[in-house]
């Protein structure tokens, strides 16, 4: 059942001239003293978050966008003082790009956060899609293959330094320890000081496409599937369970999911799109380079792929697809439970800040969806 409600903030300040009509996305540019504004609206979103009785705040890390989008670099460090902020509310890395880091530091940094919040930082990882950040750090993104072949030994680093008291590790990227003398001896394990206190981690990843899954699903990395369509949605939840079963782990249905949608609430259907249609054209003006338009026609083939549309998608698109609810609160409910009929397992729903959306009214969708839907969730039996 479908319990736990929380919220995705990639980090934009509130953008002027929004739509599909409005300012090209590559034409914006801001000046620092507006793009620190996220941080307050964090502070601000957060504390309404936690008073209405969501379960987390979910953020995004990116690097040099002056354009306006996502200017969080550091998702735990702003977890941390965010939970200062709060008194209940978690706070979830979405994600963390991991070949920007390296594995021991942020294993590090994540520890000092769970011990600091009493566990409210949920970690999140993923190997990104920036080629302007990643590349930038000094990791591959073009080459697809080298980012996963990095990605995956940081990944060994990363569990170790969680669930082995002492260890080492000797692969193409890293050797740790180094192969020194120290103090008189020589190194051939190392403790990471200090590890998590709330173990085992709980651990997200999203789910860009189905090679993801195998990997994932099989180590008991949970999976974040934001704004695809209904068809995407069901090939990759059935698809995780099954390579789930194949590791050992038989899981229900919709289990270690999380369904992220888009959102708006108004008196119809019709009101409730016309609202947010700006919102959502902004968001794709940014997003649909990066290849974030998951959605399937009547035949199950991908945007994108031969025979399929290929454009930028319109909200209604959206709402076709069950990527967009839209519509007064009891149409919403519905298609809520709908979904959680058809997943049994299905703890996790997140609502995706539209990013054209200024901070006031999306406060505003906060505070109704807590009151007209939540309740009909949460105070079950």
Same mark, same amino acid.
Not at 10 to 31: F, K, M, S
Not at 130 to 152: I, S, W, Y
Not at 315 to 320: K, L, N, Q, T, Y
């Given at each position: ?7 995705? %903030? ?13 300012? !090209? ?25 936690? #008073?209405?009785? %969501? ?43 991991? !070949? ?38 000094? $990791? ?5 293959? $080298? ?28 050797? @740790?320890?180094?192969?020194?003398? =120290?103090?008189? =001896?020589?190194?051939?394990? @190392? ?8 173990? !085992?981690?709980? +651990?997200?990843?999203?789910?860009? *496409? ?5 990997? /994932? ?14 068809? /995407? ?6 698809? %995780? ?9 038989? +899981?229900? +249905? ?13 008196? *119809? ?12 054209? #902004? ?9 974030? &338009? ?20 319109? /909200?209604?698109?959206? &709402? ?20 959680? *009929?058809? %997943? ?30 939540? !309740? ?6």
């Amino acid at each position: 059942m479908i319990t736990k409600f929380s919220a995705l %903030y990639v980090g934009q300040i509130e953008l002027d001239n929004v739509g599909l009509h409005g300012t !090209p996305a590559d034409e914006r540019r801001y000046p620092n003293e507006r793009l620190v504004e996220a941080f307050q609206t964090a502070k601000d979103v957060a504390q309404h978050m936690d #008073e209405l009785g %969501y379960y987390a705040l979910w953020t995004a890390e990116h690097h040099f966008q002056h354009e306006g989008y996502e200017v969080f670099p550091n998702l735990i460090l702003l977890g941390t003082w965010l939970a200062t902020q709060t008194q209940r509310l978690k706070f979830g890395c979405a994600f963390n790009v991991l !070949p920007m880091w390296h594995p021991i530091r942020l294993a590090e940094d994540y520890a000092q956060a769970d011990i600091m919040t009493g566990g409210r930082v949920i970690m999140g990882v993923g190997r990104g899609y920036h080629t302007r950040e990643v590349e930038t750090f000094g $990791a591959p993104m073009l080459d697809n293959k $080298a980012n996963q072949e990095l990605f995956e030994e940081q990944m060994e680093v990363l569990l170790k330094c969680f669930n082995e008291e002492s260890w080492s590790h000797k692969g193409k990227h890293y050797t @740790i320890p180094a192969p020194v003398e =120290y103090r008189g =001896y020589k190194l051939d394990k @190392i403790t990471v000081v200090p590890r998590p206190v709330h173990l !085992p981690v709980e +651990l997200w990843q999203p789910v860009a *496409s189905g090679k993801t899954l195998p990997y /994932i699903a099989q180590r008991g990395i949970k999976a974040m599937v934001t704004l695809n369509g209904e068809r /995407i949605f069901d090939q990759v939840v059935r698809a %995780y369970q099954a390579e789930a079963a194949k590791a050992g782990r038989p +899981l229900a +249905l919709g289990q270690d999911i999380c369904w992220g949608v888009g959102l708006y609430l108004a008196d *119809s259907i019709e009101e409730a799109v016309q609202r947010v249609e700006p919102y959502h054209d #902004e968001r794709y003006k940014w997003f649909a380079p990066f290849g974030f &338009v998951r959605y399937a026609d009547e035949e199950g083939r991908s945007w994108g792929t031969p025979g399929a549309p290929a454009r930028i998608p319109t /909200i209604r698109d959206g &709402v076709a697809q069950r990527a967009w609810l839209c519509g007064p609160p009891r149409h919403v409910i519905e298609q809520i439970r709908d979904f959680e *009929s058809r %997943y049994p397992g299905l703890e996790h729903m997140m609502i995706h800040w539209a990013e054209g959306m200024a901070p006031k009214e999306f406060k505003e969708q906060l505070a109704w969806f807590a009151r007209d839907v939540m !309740p009909a969730f949460t105070g079950r039996k």
